[in-house]
C-alpha cells in the first residue's frame, strides 16, 4: 500500500532554534500535503494544506511565517518550525492524497519537543 | 461549537462484549465520513469509510444518520488489541475534501 515517510519521528531542539519535518511519499504521487499537530490528549488539528508547486494555505490561527512549508515535488513536503518556543511542543503529523484515487497516508508523525 | 464532536470516553470494556459509540458533526454539507484508529503517540490508521447504507467490516459496524447528523461504531466481541482512540472524521468538497478530526473516543478492552 502507499506509504509515507517521515523523518525525523522525535527530536528535542533548543528554544530559539528551527527544526525540518520532511514528508516523502514513496510510491505515489502526493499532489496535496496536509500538515496536522496535535498536543496531548486533544485531536489533529489541521495546520496547513500544500499543493505541489504552489503556496500553502494555512488554517486560522497558525502563523504562515513561523511554519513554513515547502512542497516542491510531487513526492516530498517540509514543514520548519522556526524560532521555536516549549509552545511549539507537540507531535506533527503529514497526511499526503494521492492524485490518483483521493486516499489518505499518514505519515508516523514527528515528537518535537523544545526544551 | 467543535465541528466533530465524540464523548472523549474512556469506554472500559470486557473482552467479548460490545462496545458502540457516536459522533456528531454540525456541517450538513459533509459528504464523506469515516472512523480513524489512533494508538497512543502514532498516527492515525483508517479503520473504515461510512456510507450511506451502514457497513460491516467484520467485527465492526459503522452506521450513518444523515437527518441526525450522526456515525456510529460498533465493535462486536472485543479483542485487547481493540485497545485504541476512535477518531470519528468527516470532510467535504466545498472545503478542498480536507479531513476534519473528532476529540476521539477512547476504548479500553479489560480480560
Known amino acids: 500500500g502507499a506509504v509515507v515517510s517521515q523523518h525525523p519521528s522525535r527530536v528535542i531542539c533548543k528554544s530559539g532554534t528551527s527544526v525540518k519535518i520532511e514528508c516523502r511519499s514513496l510510491?505515489?504521487?502526493?499532489?496535496?500535503m496536509f500538515w496536522y499537530r496535535q498536543f496531548p490528549k486533544q485531536s489533529l488539528m489541521l495546520m496547513a494544506t500544500?499543493?505541489?508547486?504552489?503556496?500553502?494555505?494555512?488554517e486560522q490561527g497558525v502563523e504562515k511565517d513561523k511554519f513554513l512549508i515547502n512542497h516542491a515535488s510531487l513526492t516530498l513536503s517540509t514543514l520548519t518550525v522556526t524560532s521555536a518556543h516549549p509552545e511549539d511542543s507537540s507531535f506533527y503529523i503529514c497526511?499526503?492524497?494521492?492524485?490518483?484515487?483521493?486516499?489518505?497516508?499518514f505519515g508516523s508523525g514527528t515528537r518535537l519537543t523544545v526544551v | 461549537r467543535k465541528e466533530v464532536e465524540q464523548d472523549p470516553g474512556p469506554f472500559n470494556v470486557p473482552e467479548g462484549a460490545t462496545v458502540a459509540f457516536n459522533c456528531t458533526y454540525s456541517n450538513s454539507a459533509s459528504q464523506s465520513f469515516f472512523w480513524y484508529r489512533q494508538d497512543c503517540r502514532k498516527e492515525p490508521k483508517l479503520l473504515m469509510s461510512v456510507y450511506s447504507s451502514g457497513n460491516e467490516d467484520g467485527r465492526f459496524t459503522a452506521q450513518l444518520n444523515r437527518a441526525s447528523q450522526y456515525i456510529s461504531l460498533l465493535i462486536r466481541d472485543s479483542k485487547l488489541s481493540d485497545s485504541a482512540t476512535y477518531l470519528c472524521v468527516v470532510s467535504h468538497k466545498a472545503a478542498g475534501n480536507k479531513l476534519t478530526f473528532g476529540g476521539g473516543t477512547r476504548v479500553l478492552v479489560k480480560p
Open positions: 510510491d505515489f504521487q502526493a499532489t496535496t
Open positions: 497526511s499526503a492524497r494521492d492524485s490518483g484515487n483521493y486516499d489518505y497516508t
Open positions: 500544500s499543493n505541489e508547486g504552489s503556496k500553502a494555505t494555512y
